[in-house]
């Protein structure tokens, strides 16, 4: 069978005595007698009088004979390793973080845990890091997987892989064994290159023992470093001594039934008094406490209002400031203005949350509003008709420098520079798709198809109820649905079963289109949601005043830094950086009636499907 080769090249730096890095490497024998690869770098800090060098090389062995022992899918056994390694340091006051990586066929499964240890992949010209903490991705040749620690990532310049035919791992590694030889401390320092190369044949391997060693290095390492209760017996008190009958009889004093009452009533008088007092000391402690608390809920409450008057003035200050300036280089800088208009209209937006009703406040808010609008880059764009099919289009995507326009059932392939087409049969009854690694990923009737566009062959791959949109992400399938996001990882055999990618569901809007750049874009309702790790994260659009409608089809990538979301609504195209800032917006008609747009690497070409056409023009 064909097996891609890999070229491994590892470095770590010196251990000391808290802290060490290893990477670990090693052939593993499946039951089928296939064999996968396992690289592992592990960064680790301990106590005092803990043998590092032991609990690495038990964590590789735990790890790697998980892996061995394989019962279920491959994916599940990655992740059943990490878990064993989290055991194994349980209760041996050990910080630990790891990438797992195991290299089998065409698939990479991937492991991650805590923070301290990363994993990017440089596919020339273009680099991601894997963010999600266990998963799978496709492996092709030329691709270079990086795993390191934080502190080797600070020292090492990636632009070392910006020209595919000079790369040299060797020197690479040499480089940075000089950066870490410098360092004072060197147990931070870590990393695993695997250079995926061509593929070679491999026969099944005849079946052999375990191994019990690592291949490779487990990294350099230093000499081994030097090595009542309390009780008691009560006291005994008299009681009354046995009395006869006649005695008992003597010292009982004759009362006649009047002196009873009498001496009831004097009794029942005392206790009376005594409860009267007793009542009298509560109410009066009760007083005090309720003076005591009234005067000091109005000492914090004063003390409060003042702190809040201090914040409100601060951030009215600076919103006031800010406005000055920006009035001040309107006409020289508007660009400049704008920004500085932003920055005005957060602080009063502050101010007035803490005193909604300061007329100085709302006052001036108002003005920065009209400032806004006053600065707001409106243009209007151009579109000439790039290509015409015979059915109407509902996605667009780039295979390479041409552009895919997706239909019912055709694929159609655009060469802008030529305009010509070449068709590609589809399933049928398509609704959308996406484009990636020469392969399209059809949605239709509830499934996804797979076609391969050099040949048309398609096949099912997927099925799922109600998928609005679909986007793929270094090989990971992704289904927008109603209230959730739903991802299928590729393995040796297909795909996983699809798993929820939102920690917590969202009600999207009917209209909701997503685009994935390593975060989640979903453009829903008015809103722009962003989400990370299945996370949704803070995210606002800030400098725009205008009333927006309803958003629907987002777009971004790796390489641009901005955002680009149609509003069907008000027939306008939205340009808005990552951080929320809204930069400029686009009017024309043909965005009120647009099923898809994709937008150039460099940001200056935009291409957008209405009906059956494509379009394009100039962004500025």
């Known amino acids: 069978m064909d097996q891609l080769s890999l070229q491994i090249e590892k470095i770590t730096g010196l251990a000391d005595e808290k802290s060490a ?14 064999v996968g690869t396992f690289v592992s770098c592990v960064l680790i800090s301990v106590n005092d009088g803990q043998d590092i060098q032991t609990l690495l090389k038990d964590i590789f062995e735990i790890s790697s004979k998980k892996i061995e022992a394989i019962e279920a899918g491959l994916l599940e056994a990655i992740k059943s390793a990490g878990d064993a390694c989290y055991d194994y340091v349980q209760g041996k006051e050990v910080e630990i973080s790891f990438v797992h990586a195991f290299f089998y066929k065409e698939a990479c499964y991937l492991d991650r845990r805590e923070s301290k240890v990363k994993i990017f992949l440089y596919e020339f010209p273009k680099s991601e890091e894997v963010t999600f903490e266990y998963g799978s991705g496709l492996v092709k040749p030329g691709q270079i997987y ?22 040299d791992l060797e020197e690479i590694i040499d480089g940075l064994a000089t ?25 099944p391997e005849e079946p052999r023992p375990p191994s019990t060693e690592a291949e490779g290095s487990v990294g350099q390492t230093k000499e081994p470093y030097s090595r009542q209760g309390f009780g008691g017996q009560a006291e005994e008190t008299g009681g009354p001594e046995e009395l006869t009958d006649s005695e008992i009889y003597e010292v009982q ?57 201090a914040q409100f003035n601060e951030h009215l200050t600076q919103a006031s400031s800010k406005y000055d300036e920006a009035k001040a280089i309107l006409e020289l800088n508007n660009s400049r203005a704008r920004g500085i208009l932003v920055e005005a209209d957060k602080e009063i937006k502050l101010a007035q949350a803490l005193v909604p009703s300061d007329v100085k406040a709302n006052k001036l808010s108002d003005d920065i509003a009209q400032s806004l609008k006053q600065t707001e880059v409106q243009s209007t764009i151009n579109f000439q008709v790039l290509s015409e099919s015979s059915q109407p289009i509902s996605s667009l995507s780039f295979r390479g420098k041409k552009l895919i326009g997706i239909s019912s059932d055709k694929l159609y392939e655009v060469d802008p520079s030529t305009k010509s087409v070449n068709q590609i049969d589809g399933p049928g009854n398509a609704t959308g798709g996406f484009i990636f690694d020469d392969e399209g990923f059809i949605l239709a009737n509830d499934k996804v198809f797979r076609v391969n566009l050099a040949n048309g062959k398609s096949e099912q791959i997927i099925a799922k ?23 299928f990882s590729p393995i040796e055999n ?26 989640v874009w979903v453009g829903s309702s008015d809103k722009i949601f962003k989400f990370l790790r299945g996370q949704r994260q803070d995210f606002e659009i800030s ?8 958003f629907g089809t987002i777009y971004t990538t790796t390489d641009l830094s901005r955002l680009y ?42 291409y957008l499907s209405t009906g059956s056409k494509i379009l394009e023009a100039n962004l500025e």
């Not at 890095?21 to 296939?34: E, G, P, W």
């Not at 990086?146 to 632009?159: E, K, M, P, R």
Request: proline residues 1%.
């Open 21 to 34: 890095c290893s990477v670990f490497t090693k052939r593993i024998t499946l039951a089928d007698n296939t």
């Open 179 to 203: 950066e870490i030889s410098a360092q004072k401390n060197q147990g931070g320092f870590g990393a695993a290159f695997i250079f995926v190369k061509n593929k070679i044949s491999q026969e």
């Open 253 to 309: 004093p004759k009362r006649s039934r009047l002196g009873d009452f009498l001496g009831v009533l004097r009794a029942g008088s005392n206790i009376r008094a005594i409860f009267r007092s007793r009542r009298n000391l509560v109410i009066a402690a009760l007083v005090v406490l309720l003076i005591l608390f009234i005067s000091v809920a109005f000492t914090l409450k004063q003390k409060s209002d003042r702190e809040k008057l």
């Open 565 to 606: 979301v149609i509003d069907k609504t008000n027939s306008a195209l939205l340009v808005i950086d990552k951080g929320g800032l809204y930069k400029k917006v686009y009017q024309s008609p043909e965005f009120a009636r647009a099923s898809d747009m994709v937008v150039g690497d460099d940001g200056t070409k935009l």
């Open 146 to 167: 990086l795993i390191a620690t934080d502190s080797l990532l600070s020292i090492f310049d990636s632009s070392v892989f910006a020209k595919k035919e000079s790369i």
């Open 543 to 550: 400098g725009l005043t205008s009333s927006i409608g309803e």
């Open 494 to 519: 297909g795909y996983t079963d699809g798993v929820d990618y939102l920690t917590e569901p969202v009600d999207f809007s009917d209209s909701s289109r997503f685009t994935i750049d390593g975060s």
């Open 465 to 487: 109820q109600g998928a609005r949109d679909i986007a793929v992400f270094l090989g990971n399938v992704y289904l927008l649905l109603n209230r959730q996001i739903t991802k």
